[in-house]
C-alpha cells in the first residue's frame, strides 16, 4: 500500500542534542512538507519541498534543517537552536494539484520530548 | 500571512447529535478543505471544495464553500463514537501547487 512512514514513533532528546525525524514516501509524489502541532494550535509549516535538490522554508524554519536528495525522503532535523522542539511534527506529501486541490497525505506523525 | 479563524474550539455532544462547525478568514480562497486527525495520528482528508457555493457530501458529512469565498462550513449528522477527533479546515489560494492555510482545529468528544 502506498503511504508515508515517518520514524520514529516517539523521541526523547536531552538539551543541546540535535535529531533527525525520517519521513520516506512510496506515492510517488512530488511535494513533500513538514508541520509541527503544538495543543490547540493549527498545523504550522516549518519546511517544504516541491522538487528533489529544492525546498523552501515555512513559517516557522528557525531552528530547523531539511534535505531532499532524493524524491521518497524528506528529513527534518531539529537543531539545538530550537527553542522549544517539543511538539508533534507531521510530514506530508502532495501531487501538487494534479489531481485538482492540492491535498496533502500524512504520515502518522513524530512525538519529540525534550527533557 | 492568511489567517483562519475555525469555531468552535471544541464540542460535547450526546451520540446522536448533529455538529456543526465553520472557519472563516479576513481574505479570500480558491479551494477549502476539511481533515479530521484520530488521536496519535496524521489528519486525513475528508472534503475537498473548488468553488464559491460549492455544497458536497460524504456519507453524514456535509461541507460548504461560501459563497464570499471567505468562508467554509462542516455538518456531521446523526454523530457516532467514532467521529471523535480533531477537524481542521484548510484554505488555498494557489491552484495546483499552493500552500495550505489551516485553522486551529475542532476538538469534538461524543458521548454514547
Known amino acids: 500500500d502506498g503511504g508515508i512512514t515517518q520514524s520514529p514513533k516517539y523521541l526523547f532528546r536531552k538539551e543541546g542534542q540535535n535529531v533527525t525525524l525520517s519521513c520516506e514516501q512510496n506515492l510517488n509524489h512530488d511535494a513533500m512538507y513538514w508541520y509541527r502541532q503544538d495543543p490547540g494550535q493549527g498545523l504550522r509549516l516549518i519546511y517544504y519541498?516541491?522538487?528533489?535538490?529544492?525546498?523552501q522554508k515555512g513559517d516557522i524554519a528557525e531552528g530547523y534543517s531539511v534535505s531532499r536528495e532524493k524524491k521518497e525522503s524528506f528529513p527534518l532535523t531539529v537543531t539545538s537552536a530550537q527553542k522549544n522542539p517539543t511538539a508533534f511534527y507531521l510530514c506530508?506529501?502532495?501531487?501538487?494539484?494534479?489531481?485538482?486541490?492540492?491535498?496533502?497525505?500524512f504520515g502518522a506523525g513524530s512525538r519529540l520530548t525534550v527533557l | 500571512g492568511q489567517q483562519l479563524n475555525q469555531s468552535p474550539q471544541s464540542m460535547f455532544i450526546q451520540e446522536g447529535e448533529d455538529v456543526s462547525m465553520n472557519c472563516t478568514s479576513s481574505?479570500?480562497?480558491?479551494?477549502w478543505l476539511w481533515y479530521k486527525q484520530e488521536p496519535g495520528e496524521g489528519p486525513v482528508l475528508l472534503i475537498a471544495?473548488?468553488?464559491?457555493?460549492e455544497l458536497t457530501s460524504n456519507g453524514r458529512l456535509t461541507a460548504q464553500f461560501g459563497i464570499t469565498r471567505k468562508d467554509s462550513f462542516l455538518n456531521i449528522s446523526a454523530s457516532i463514537p467514532s467521529d471523535v477527533g480533531i477537524y481542521f479546515c484548510a484554505g488555498q489560494l494557489q491552484y495546483g501547487a499552493g500552500k495550505s492555510t489551516f485553522g486551529d482545529g475542532t476538538t469534538l468528544t461524543v458521548k454514547p
Open positions: 519541498s516541491q522538487i528533489v535538490n529544492d525546498f
Open positions: 506530508a506529501s502532495s501531487d501538487q494539484g494534479k489531481s485538482g486541490a492540492n491535498v496533502l497525505t
Open positions: 471544495l473548488y468553488k464559491a457555493g
Open positions: 481574505s479570500i480562497f480558491n479551494t
